[in-house]
């Protein structure tokens, strides 16, 4: 499986602007043939009351990346991908710095895609992974 056409970074992390992704810091910063990777910062947009990076913006961090890679396996003039389902491990608690994503194609069809989307921190220890279910749906008119 590989995406449909070279993937334009520039362009997904234009295509975020104004958005939730923006606001948490979230950018796209590589990609290959079939994965693709972001990071986010675990700053006060990001952090829970204790001072720990928020599950909830890690699985925001999961779900972009996922929902990225899914769009860039169909044909976006016919249709769009769209969340099913989302779940995630925490496995590590993370104070401070960078966390990086990378969403990995486990299944690629013509109606769902199944993205796994591992998150690490600066020293490439796991801090939570995900799973990412996708409904392939016709793209608004």
């Not at 796209?28 to 829970?48: F, H, I, K, N, S």
């Not at 769009?71 to 590590?92: F, P, S, Y």
Request: aromatic fraction near 2%.
């Amino acid at each position: 499986m590989a995406f449909r056409n070279p993937v334009d970074i520039d362009a997904l992390n234009a295509r975020a602007r104004g958005s939730m992704v923006e606001t948490l810091g979230i950018v796209v910063t590589e990609a290959g043939d079939d994965w693709l990777r972001g990071t986010m910062p675990v700053d006060a947009r990001t952090r829970q009351p204790y001072g720990l990076l928020h599950g909830g913006a890690s699985v925001a961090l999961a779900e972009t990346l996922g929902s990225m890679a899914g769009g860039l396996c169909v044909d976006m003039t016919r249709e769009a991908v769209v969340g099913l389902e989302i779940n995630a491990n925490h496995l590590r608690a993370v104070r401070e710095g960078t966390v990086t994503g990378t969403a990995r194609a486990l299944h690629v069809g013509r109606s769902t895609h199944v993205w796994e989307i591992r998150i690490e921190n600066e020293a490439g220890k796991p801090v939570c992974v995900s799973r990412i279910t996708l409904a392939v749906i016709p793209a608004a008119a």
